[in-house]
């Protein structure tokens, strides 16, 4: 359990936020292996659900990653994202949970530093918070 | 007729009208100097953080992308119209290729610019986000060309992309319809060398300030890569100038500069950030919205004041000189770093291959196509016939298109 | 439960660029799987006798599902998923596995990393796939061509022009009882009421003077222009004969002389309590003061603003007017014109340049500020289409082009979105109507694949669906119970994440497929 690797899952939407994982690929840039991409249409498609299971099957840090609100691809999908990420952050608390351990970000499909910075963050905080370990039998 | 038509630039206008000629079954072929699609939209960031601020970059870059998947468009990189003859019904263009000497198993890890021992580099990636995705090498300054030897990037390239036998193309196409879209250039800030842009690092252009926050997602201070603590944002440089010849107002620039203005205070909201601007041109935005923004930022001023000089100030500090909304002051305030938005100049409307087509060039430059040119099939799009921001250029665009398309169908 | 037949194809160009993971043992761990019938390790996906050789395997070993482990799915040649059709394989029964840019790329110096990543996302891919089922499309007829065009301004004529040379059967509505020459039909004093139906079967509700009609369409252009006539404001207010600034032009080339001094203000309400204004008709307004000056030398004329917003070429004009001495006047809001209300023909300003009280005997007083159009609210109901705050109709997010609508087919124009100079409004409206026409020339709208289903047992009809959903696709059906409209859902999944109940999945992309991938992928040791 000790100095095991961070698991960190990014929810990805399928156009800028998976655009901008692809530039950044495209250009070079490096980030953590350790982050599991996980592809959905839209970040508004992400459930609180989602997160939160993602928590009871090993995640240390999960983010969501989605268009620039008013650009996203479906109108208005990264706001709802972003609503049910700051709902599991009242969640987490709740339970006694860092809330830093979930993020929503926004990129365009041009910001080839948009992904790998979501990416590093949370590595970071999965580092500094430590191994979630919810336990359980789902592991 | 042919089924071609022949785009001449692959900026946000260019690419715009490939795509909507290309949604209408009309092939295109798209002819770009440059080694990427993009045009000046490569080089600009997405202004926003987390709400989109409406700059059109991700419009024009995904236009480029999508362009190279469509098996309906032929384009051509680092090439050249060399000339247009008329033909029966359309024209016989002849296009000259540099050679890129990079393939496609290039994967844009950049490890052959590490390599590369040329001061000031032989090898480049893409510029900013433009497409494909694929270095190249300028031949004039690789060793490999000028010395005879240097296979430094070759030997570092982890897919073998690197490819000294290239060489350069020369193909002829028959189309139907030209459109010429050859778009601008910044206004070099050095022009107004009182602003202190090549003398002090410190002191940017815009252009420059956004080719940084789209590479890093953060704007440094170029002397010493610490994020700055006071910023002062400099309007209408070389614009609305006639000593500088570009006396009109370049449209986009107070838009482009509030919305960097926004993202670098979203970044850091301790920073502080001064406007100075002539008029407040926020295109497409009520006039109050930034202002009414800006009042609710503490640490943001707007200063209705064109500054007369940057000097050094004490502690590696930048002084403005300016005079005060009320002109019956003159003061000097220090920043640690200065943004001059710089606005833009047509680019190619005198070149050869605009006259052979009959496409003239008014007093400053831009681009004249009529009515009658278009009814002999030379279009002009996107900023090189007058100012625009890349929205009005992508809009305009497809309104060209419709009408080269209207042209075929006869109906124009 | 899992089931199928699969497919794994390994694309050496994609995995192997650079070399970085260990090819032999994707595919070992590839024919070790369950349900995994072939496997195929190519050296160039695109390559067409590649395509060939996958596909005939395909068909031989009746393959009904794939995994295609290569790069992002938009690159790989359609030839791909042409074969694999002509083979039985539906395109939605192909999961593509972008290793080239998720795993090989980013992790060039994590080797080991790499491999375990491939190998889990290969684990995943397979177990995602053996859930999936193939997505069914249909298509509709669109049932005319029309392409209707609200507004017959300078946006709406370029509209209506442009769509008539694209082939499109032209209707253009116009509120008042202009009459202009336009391509297709033309009817005046009509407004449109309310709008039914789907993308591409549109039922517009229009009241033609007293009558109310139905009209049918593909796609609606809509150009209804600025609130040119709805100034209010303290000024307006105090100073009766004040006009809009489109009536000084038109008086001028009417050949009328305007009484002096003429006094151009930028708007009725300079503090903007009572006035929202969007933007200014500055080049037309600087127009017109050069033409009064050109006119009439001796008129004197003065141009109050805030902002003098002369975009562009515009700025030209402007140093015209001023070389032709008409007096530009900067204020704001510490000393705005203010109409003497004991004496209606005296205007006050504080000059901010001289630092003055500068006081003004009005001739005639235009305004050159452009509201939001009064209409606008209406049509954005009707059409069921956004708004701006500023009270202008939206487009959508520049990602899905300028002029258009969230709702397909339907496009905005000209200063209804944002002011703007006609000669941008005109070319805005070419766009705008060159796009609606081809998409009405498409003649069919494809829907379905991958939409939202509503399992009817579980929805407790909380309407927070409906509420959310972009494109008003969920709807309260017969059974008291949501049903999706497929014809509007472009499957997006925002239901489904919303949905308190869990009654709602999106195809392809349901909770236990997602749940299926994170746990794989979580499973794995990297």
């Known amino acids: ?139 | 007729m042919t089924n071609q038509v022949l785009v001449v630039g692959g900026g946000p206008a260019g690419l715009t009208v490939a795509k909507t000629l290309v949604d209408r079954d009309i092939q295109v072929v798209l002819v770009e100097r440059t080694e990427s699609l993009g045009g000046m939209a490569r080089e600009l960031t997405c202004k926003g953080l987390t709400e989109c601020r409406n700059c059109g970059v991700c419009f024009a870059m995904d236009r480029a992308g999508e362009l190279l998947r469509e098996p309906g468009a032929e384009v051509f990189l680092l090439s050249e119209v060399v000339s247009a003859q008329r033909t029966g019904d359309g024209y016989k263009v002849k296009v000259k290729s540099s050679p890129r000497y990079v393939t496609d198993d290039c994967t844009g890890c950049g490890k052959c610019v590490e390599a590369c021992p040329v001061d000031g580099k032989a090898v480049f990636a893409p510029t900013g986000s433009g497409q494909p995705r694929i270095h190249w090498i300028d031949r004039t300054k690789c060793l490999h060309f000028k010395k005879g030897k240097c296979d430094a990037c070759a030997s570092a390239c982890p897919t073998k992309a690197i490819d000294f036998d290239d060489r350069a193309k020369s193909v002829t196409r028959d189309v139907s319809e030209i459109v010429y879209a050859t778009g601008i250039r910044a206004v070099d800030a050095c022009e107004v060398s009182r602003l202190g842009c090549g003398t002090f690092a410190d002191v940017v252009s815009s252009v420059d300030a956004e080719r940084i926050l789209n590479e890093k997602g953060r704007l440094v201070r170029p002397s010493d890569g610490r994020p700055p603590k006071r910023v002062a944002v400099l309007q209408c440089v070389g614009s609305r100038s006639v000593k500088n010849g570009v006396e009109y107002c370049s449209k986009f620039c107070c838009k482009y500069a509030t919305k960097i203005s926004q993202m670098m205070i979203d970044t850091d909201p301790e920073l502080n950030l001064d406007f100075y601007f002539m008029d407040l041109r926020t295109l497409y935005e009520p006039q109050d919205e930034f202002k009414a923004w800006a009042k609710g930022k503490k640490t943001v001023r707007l200063l209705r004041s064109m500054p007369a000089a940057v000097s050094q100030g004490p502690d590696g500090t930048l002084l403005v000189r300016a005079a005060t909304e009320t002109d019956t002051e003159v003061q000097e305030t220090a920043y640690d770093l200065v943004i001059l938005s710089v606005g833009m100049r047509p680019h190619g409307a005198k070149d050869a291959l605009a006259g052979q087509l009959g496409i003239g060039a008014d007093s400053f430059g831009f681009a004249v196509a009529d009515r009658e040119l278009e009814k002999a099939g030379v279009f002009v799009a996107g900023a090189v016939s007058e100012p625009m921001d890349i929205e009005e250029a992508a809009v305009r665009a497809v309104a060209t298109g419709s009408r080269v398309s209207g042209r075929r169908r006869g109906t124009q | ?526």
Not at chain 3, 433 to 441: F, K, N, W
Request: glycine residues 8%; neutral net charge.
């Open chain 3, 1 to 526: 439960m899992s089931s199928g037949r699969i497919q794994v194809v390994i694309c050496r160009c994609c995995t192997e660029s650079p070399k970085l993971l260990d090819i032999a043992k994707l595919e070992a761990a590839a024919n070790d799987a369950e349900l995994v019938m072939s496997v195929k390790v190519v050296d160039e996906i695109c390559d067409g006798k590649a395509v060939v050789d996958v596909a005939r395997e395909a068909a031989e070993k009746e393959i009904d599902r794939a995994v295609v482990l290569a790069c992002h799915k938009r690159d790989v040649s359609p030839a791909l998923l042409k074969a694999y059709r002509r083979a039985g394989i539906d395109r939605s029964m192909v999961e593509f596995v972008n290793v080239r840019e998720e795993v090989v790329l980013p992790h060039v110096d994590d080797p080991e990393g790499a491999q375990k990543k491939a190998e889990t996302k290969l684990k995943a891919a397979l177990g995602r796939v053996t859930m999936l089922v193939p997505l069914l499309t249909e298509t509709e007829e669109m049932r005319t061509k029309n392409v209707v065009i609200i507004g017959a301004g300078v946006a709406g004529m370029a509209a209506a022009e442009a769509a008539a040379r694209a082939g499109a059967h032209t209707v253009i509505i116009e509120k008042s009882s202009r009459s202009v020459k336009a391509p297709g039909i033309l009817m005046s004093n009509t407004r449109l009421v309310a709008t039914k139906g789907t993308p591409g079967n549109y039922e517009l509700t229009i009241m033609a003077g007293e009558k109310t009609e139905e009209l049918e369409c593909a796609a609606v252009v809509v150009a209804t222009g600025g609130g040119w006539n709805s100034l209010k404001g303290p000024l307006a207010k105090a100073s009766k004969d004040a006009v809009p600034l489109y009536k000084l032009s038109e008086m001028l080339q009417a050949g009328h002389a305007p009484k002096g001094p003429v006094v151009i203000v930028d708007t009725p309400d300079p503090t903007g309590k009572s006035l929202k204004v969007m933007d200014f008709a500055w080049d037309e307004a600087l127009m017109t003061a050069i033409d009064v000056k050109k006119k009439h030398p001796q008129t004197e004329v003065f141009m109050l603003f805030q902002e003098m917003r002369a975009f562009g070429l515009s700025e030209i004009t402007y140093k015209e007017a001023a070389e032709l001495g008409i007096r530009f006047v900067r204020y704001d809001r510490t000393g705005v014109p203010k109409v003497d209300p004991k004496d209606p023909t005296k205007m006050t300003v504080t000059d901010l340049a001289q630092g003055e009280l500068l006081s003004v005997r009005l001739g005639t007083l235009a305004f050159a500020a452009i509201p939001a159009n009064p209409d606008n609210r209406d049509i954005a109901d009707a059409l069921r289409i956004p708004m701006t705050a500023e009270g202008g109709l939206r487009r959508g997010g520049i990602q899905r082009w300028p002029v258009a609508t969230p709702r397909p087919g339907i496009f905005v124009c000209g200063s209804a979105v944002f002011p703007k100079s006609a000669d941008a409004a005109r070319a805005e409206g070419e766009a705008a109507g060159s796009m609606a026409a081809a998409y009405a020339s498409k003649g069919t709208v494809e829907y379905g694949g991958s939409v939202a289903q509503v399992a009817q047992e579980k929805c407790s009809a909380c309407l927070t669906c409906i509420r959310t959903c972009p494109y008003e696709a969920p709807y309260i059906g017969t059974a008291n119970k949501v049903e999706i409209r497929r014809q509007l859902c472009q499957g997006c999944g925002i239901c489904a994440g919303i949905c308190p109940s869990k009654a709602i999945e999106l195809l392809h992309y349901t909770d236990d497929q997602i749940q299926q991938e994170t746990r794989t992928m979580l499973g794995g040791d990297f």
């Open chain 1, 1 to 139: 359990m000790t100095d095991r690797r961070p698991k960190v899952v990014g929810f990805c939407c399928e156009r800028h936020g998976m655009d901008a994982a692809v530039l950044a690929a495209r250009s070079g840039r490096q980030y953590d292996a350790s982050v599991r991409v996980i592809q959905v249409p839209c970040s508004g498609r992400v459930d609180g659900l989602h997160i939160l299971k993602a928590f009871e099957d090993g995640a240390d840090a999960v983010f969501v990653i989605g268009c620039l609100e008013k650009n996203c691809y479906y109108d208005t999908g990264s706001i709802e994202g972003r609503k049910r990420v700051e709902y599991v952050k009242g969640m987490l608390a709740e339970l006694g949970i860092e809330k830093e351990r979930v993020e929503m970000f926004n990129a365009a499909s041009t910001n080839a530093w948009a992904f790998p910075e979501a990416a590093s963050k949370m590595v970071e905080v999965a580092k500094r918070l430590g191994p979630l370990d919810m336990g359980g039998d789902t592991r």
